[in-house]
T-cell receptor
Framework: AQKITQTQPGMFVQEKEAVTLDCTYD???????LFWYKQPSSGEMIFLIY??????QNATEGRYSLNFQKARKSANLVISASQLGDSAMYFC????????????FGSGTQLTVLP | DAGVIQSPRHEVTEMGQEVTLRCKPI?????LFWYRQTMMRGLELLIYFNNNVPIDDSGMPEDRFSAKMPNASFSTLKIQPSEPRDSAVYFC?????????????FGPGTRLTVT
């Protein structure tokens, strides 16, 4: 079974509007971490935001926030006030207690911000 | 502080040749990861070091791949002999600690093309 599922291969959003990128995960661990990374066309992987499984509040970092619903095993990324520079591939990833501390990545969502 | 440094950024080689990819992690980071990104398989972990010691190399495709970390500031990933199916972007990432909450910082990647 897929550990990280991103069901939206591509998304479009109008500049200045908010957009939600979906991510569901599968783990039997009680303790785990969820991450979002951005990969622009230049190729580098940029860390955006982190949510721990025991964190009671949703993580926020500037225009990025994470809608964490533990019972549903979802960790959706919300980008507010989209900018043209937000156009990129976005990856959801998970780190589990029992793994070799690796990040397991989803297949990504290509976000395009329209002017 | 400088980020993760990888060299070369691009490598084009002929099948059968030896390829060596290099990585300098962020100073003070104790964990180092090598990932490979392809369209077909996405991002996958190849090997993970903690305190210069290989912890998990189960993601290394086959014996043609080897990785070393002779000291805390340098790691290499070697492919010998290279094959066209090795063409991919290879990322090195480092993390302060292997704990769940510590994000991994990625280098810019090496785009390898084997003809």
């Amino acid at each position: 079974a897929q550990k990280i599922t991103q069901t939206q291969p591509g998304m479009f959003v109008q500049e200045k509007e908010a957009v939600t990128l979906d991510c569901t995960y599968d783990t039997s661990d009680q303790s785990y971490g969820l991450f979002w990374y951005k990969q622009p066309s230049s190729g580098e992987m940029i860390f955006l935001i982190y949510q721990g499984s025991y964190d009671e509040q949703n993580a926020t970092e500037g225009r990025y926030s994470l809608n964490f619903q533990k019972a549903r095993k979802s960790a959706n990324l919300v980008i507010s006030a989209s900018q043209l520079g937000d156009s990129a591939m976005y990856f959801c990833a998970m780190r589990e207690t029992g793994s070799a501390r690796q990040l397991t990545f989803g297949s990504g969502t290509q976000l395009t911000v329209l002017p | 502080d400088a980020g993760v440094i990888q060299s070369p950024r691009h490598e084009v080689t002929e099948m059968g040749q030896e390829v060596t990819l290099r990585c300098k992690p962020i100073s003070g980071h104790n964990s180092l990861f090598w990932y490979r990104q392809t369209m077909m398989r996405g991002l996958e972990l190849l090997i993970y070091f903690n305190n210069n010691v290989p912890i998990d190399d189960s993601g290394m495709p086959e014996d043609r791949f080897s990785a070393k970390m002779p000291n805390a500031s340098f790691s290499t990933l070697k492919i010998q002999p290279s094959e066209p199916r090795d063409s991919a972007v290879y990322f090195c990432a480092s993390s302060l600690r292997p704990d769940l909450s510590y994000e991994q910082y990625f280098g810019p990647g090496t785009r390898l093309t084997v003809t």
